[in-house]
Each structure stands twice: as C-alpha cells, then as structure tokens.
C-alpha cells in the first residue's frame, strides 16, 4: 500500500504536503513572498529529516500565474541551497495553450539558472512525474501519489 499526503499547510494560494519521501508545492495562484517563504520553510525541513533522500515536485495549476522575478530568485536560492541533499525535483505545470506555455517558459528560464546535483525534470501532470520520482527515489513506490494530489485539490480538503 502507498503513502498517506500529509498536508502541512493549506490555504487559496498554497498546499505543501508530504508524500512519504516527496515534499509537494501545489501552487494554485501567483506566488507571494509569504508563499515562498512558506514553501522554503517546508522544504528546509523536509530535507534536514531524511537529507539526499527526498524528492521536491512543485506543481503550478493553471489557475497560477508566473511569479515575478524576486519569487523567481527565491526559488531559485532554496533548490540551490539544499545542493546534493535532494535527491530529485519534478516540475509539474498542469494545463494547455497560452497561459501553460508562459508558465513553462518561466519555469525553465528557472531551471537554466539553477545549480544542484539533484536531477530536474519538467512535466505536464502529477501522473507522468510519479513513476520518475518513484525511481529517482530508489523505486519508492508512489502509485496513490496522484489521486492524493487530486483529493487535496478538492474544496473539502484540510
């Protein structure tokens, strides 16, 4: 059986959630400093519990705006100060068209300028970065991680 998500923290903008080994961002707006601050903040501690052995996944739905360029360097600074102590991050913008393929050029403009050993990878959906993140984490299995995701999306949710 898979992992529970854990929500750490929720509110209109932001869930931060654990997913076993899988510290989780699901931006649903446009990223505030306090947001960002809020996502360091659970990274910095995912990482120091378990260091090399978590994964992050940012996931920006299409409701979520690009952030601007000091929420962009902040990001910036918190995957580079955690160097080889992630093991992986997956990039997951949801959605088609215009406002998706902005979002995707920023996140890339971010992953240029980015310096970790820790492998980085884009993806379209919570589904297609499972099974990568499962086997960056030494084949962790994650098999609920997306409909957890979905469930915590939902207006019931913590």
Request: hydrophobic share 50%.
């Amino acid at each position: 059986m898979g992992q529970a998500l854990e929500i750490t923290h929720s509110d209109a903008g932001l869930i931060m959630a654990m997913h076993g080994p899988v510290c989780i961002a699901l931006w649903r707006s446009k990223p505030t400093p306090q947001l960002i601050e809020v996502q360091v903040a659970h990274l910095a501690r995912a990482v120091q519990r378990n260091p090399g052995k978590v994964a992050f996944m940012c996931v920006v739905a299409q409701t979520a705006e690009p952030p601007d360029d000091a929420e962009r360097a902040a990001s910036v600074k918190m995957v580079n100060s955690h160097g080889g102590r992630l093991a992986a991050i997956a990039c997951v913008i949801e959605g088609a068209g215009f406002r998706a393929a902005i979002t995707r050029t920023v996140l890339s403009g971010i992953m240029f300028v980015v310096r970790t050993p820790a492998p980085i990878r884009l993806f379209e959906s919570v589904e297609l970065a499972t099974p990568w993140l499962g086997g960056m984490l030494g084949k962790v299995p994650l098999v609920t991680l997306p409909t957890e995701v979905a469930l915590a999306r939902s207006p019931t949710a913590a």
